[in-house]
């Protein structure tokens, strides 16, 4: 009763979707959330004549043959790099990417990580950090005299010094695009690491051909619709309860014939 078996994969495929649609639904208000989404291919089939093989001492061909299918499993889970709306806050050192592109981060082993979320703060020594107190690359201090601070779409930063009538540049912020940004893996804390299926990180100024721009005052929303979240998620109820009713009718088959005299 391959049936069974074949139940079973598809419930836990299933169990999959519900999973990935779940931490959809649980970052909906994390900034700049991409919304993934679960996909699926069919398993090895079993060939019980294969589609080509002679039918007859007569040479004739079988058009189609008999295979039967294994079940489904889980291939990829999808990052939708999907544009999320902007949501005006007003603070001078939130900033929202609108178009290509990932903040870069130091994180403290010194590598390098990759983020859209745009939530940054100054650290005691004036640096430009997320709110883990990672530095936001390429380290950018902004003078502690400052009055006023301004980024441009550019990623220029722009400081007003007492006593100067013209803005300072202390600095400019850099964005990286990635040839495969599905190949990035994601590390927590809205940061992603670079892959050999991502590609290299390539930098470049704001504003640049192929790079977003910056949005002073701004973080990007989560891309994930509530609406259509649920609409997957019942779904994939209803594709779970299917594939059990498939094993309990192989069970109903199996009892059926033992008891067959």
Request: hydrophobic share 35%; charged share 15%; net charge negative.
């Amino acid at each position: 009763m391959m049936a069974l078996d074949i139940g079973a994969t598809g419930m836990q495929a299933q169990q999959h979707n519900v999973e990935v649609i779940s931490n959809n639904l649980a970052n909906m208000n994390t900034t700049a959330y991409a919304r993934r989404r679960a996909e699926f291919t069919d398993l090895l089939y079993q060939d019980l004549q294969r589609p080509g093989a002679q039918a007859s001492d007569g040479g004739n061909i079988t058009p189609t043959g008999v295979q039967l299918g294994m079940g489904v499993k889980t291939q990829a889970v999808y990052r939708i790099a999907e544009q999320g709306s902007m949501q005006q806050t007003g603070n001078t050192f939130d900033l929202a990417i609108e178009g290509e592109g990932y903040f870069q981060v130091q994180k403290p082993n010194g590598d390098t990580a990759y983020t859209r979320d745009g939530a940054f703060q100054l650290s005691p020594e004036g640096q430009i950090v997320t709110h883990e107190g990672n530095t936001v690359l390429p380290g950018i201090t902004v003078p502690q005299e400052a009055t006023d601070v301004t980024i441009n779409k550019s990623g220029e930063v722009l400081a007003k010094l007492d006593g100067q009538t013209e803005p300072q540049n202390v600095g400019q912020i850099q964005i990286a695009t990635f040839a495969n940004p599905a190949g990035l893996e994601a590390v927590g804390s809205n940061m992603l690491k670079e892959t050999p299926a991502s590609g290299q990180a390539n930098v470049a100024v704001p504003g640049s051909a192929g790079y977003g721009s910056i949005l002073q005052g701004f973080l990007e929303s989560s891309n994930v619709t509530a609406v259509q979240e649920i609409t997957n998620l019942v779904d994939a109820q209803r594709a779970y309860e299917m594939n059990s009713k498939s094993i309990q009718t192989s069970d109903q088959m199996m009892q059926t014939v033992t008891r067959m005299r």
